[in-house]
């Protein structure tokens, strides 16, 4: 069987489990299976987290270290579930020598978006060598 036949019949059995989602859920509107009530109740603390995060990284770009660790602290206060504000965390406990703490850090990260591919490397930094950049 060729590589055509074989997307062929993904898309056909691709198409089969929509039209089956369909029927089994025939009452709910389009956008009722897309959004669940938790994203809406935590809507508005996630803005205010990404406003923190941003404050934070424009700290940590005027060199202001204590100001950004304190609004990345904010920032997984209002939304635990940001694997930025840990990861950006974790890179400024990395740089003042806080290796231990950065490692949770990062770990956390990783919890909160198992495919953060830097947070793995940071993570495997600290961890091996606690090398500082």
Excluded: K
Excluded at 39 to 55: G, S, T, V
Excluded at 68 to 80: C, G, K, N, Y
Excluded at 82 to 104: C, F, K, M
Aim: glycine share 10%.
């Amino acid at each position: 069987m060729g590589i055509w036949q074989h997307r062929r019949l993904y898309l056909v059995g691709l198409a089969g489990f929509v039209v089956a989602w369909g029927i089994a859920q025939p009452n709910l509107p389009p956008a009722a299976i897309a959004e669940t009530p938790t994203q809406f109740a935590q809507a508005p603390n996630a803005a205010l987290a990404e406003e923190a995060l941003n404050r934070g990284l424009a700290l940590i770009q005027q060199g202001a270290v204590e100001p950004a660790t304190v609004a990345f602290r904010e920032a997984i206060e209002l939304d635990p579930n940001s694997a930025a504000a840990y990861y950006n965390l974790g890179l400024v406990q990395r740089q003042t020598g806080q290796l231990q703490e950065a490692a949770t850090s990062f770990w956390q990260a990783l919890e909160a978006d198992p495919y953060f591919a830097m947070a793995y490397s940071n993570l495997g930094g600290v961890t091996l060598g606690g090398w500082q950049s």
